[in-house]
């Protein structure tokens, strides 16, 4: 992959915050310090930086597409009301992994896309935790 100006800040946009964007939030980040930058150059960097490992895209249920800087293997928490999105701990992930390595029939987990409805506290209409 080559390195432009474009793909560097978009990059450090995404590393830096440690959150999910649109192309679109990408794009309102960095386009204030690189003038004349088109939504097209956004989606276009995130697909080569996607392409080269460095970037992670989900499309999660009902939602857009999001990306982040690529981050250990991990699930995402959505929640059903507000839209929002978080992890849960590492050690939750890292067991997940396991149980589903030992249970893959001799596959082995490189990637996992895992979209659990849940509600965020706070959120009115919040039915509460599920267990898987």
């Known amino acids: 992959m080559r390195v432009t100006p474009q793909r560097a800040h978009i990059w450090r946009v995404l590393v830096e915050s440690g959150e999910h964007f649109t192309a679109e939030k990408v794009w309102e980040r960095v386009r204030g310090s690189l003038p004349g930058l088109e939504l097209s150059t956004v989606y276009r960097s995130?697909?080569?930086?996607?392409?080269?490992?460095?970037?992670?895209?989900?499309?999660?249920?009902?939602?857009?597409?999001?990306?982040?800087?690529?981050?250990?293997?991990?699930?995402?928490?959505?929640?059903?009301?507000?839209?929002g999105i978080s992890h849960p701990e590492p050690e939750v992930c890292r067991q997940l992994l396991e149980a589903l390595n030992a249970g893959s029939g001799g596959f082995e987990v490189h990637e996992l896309h895992v979209g659990l409805g849940e509600y965020a506290r706070g959120v009115p209409g919040r039915r509460g935790r599920r267990s898987m």
């Open 46 to 83: 995130l697909e080569a930086l996607r392409a080269a490992g460095l970037v992670a895209d989900s499309r999660l249920p009902e939602g857009p597409r999001v990306f982040e800087a690529r981050p250990a293997l991990h699930p995402h928490l959505v929640c059903e009301s507000c839209g």
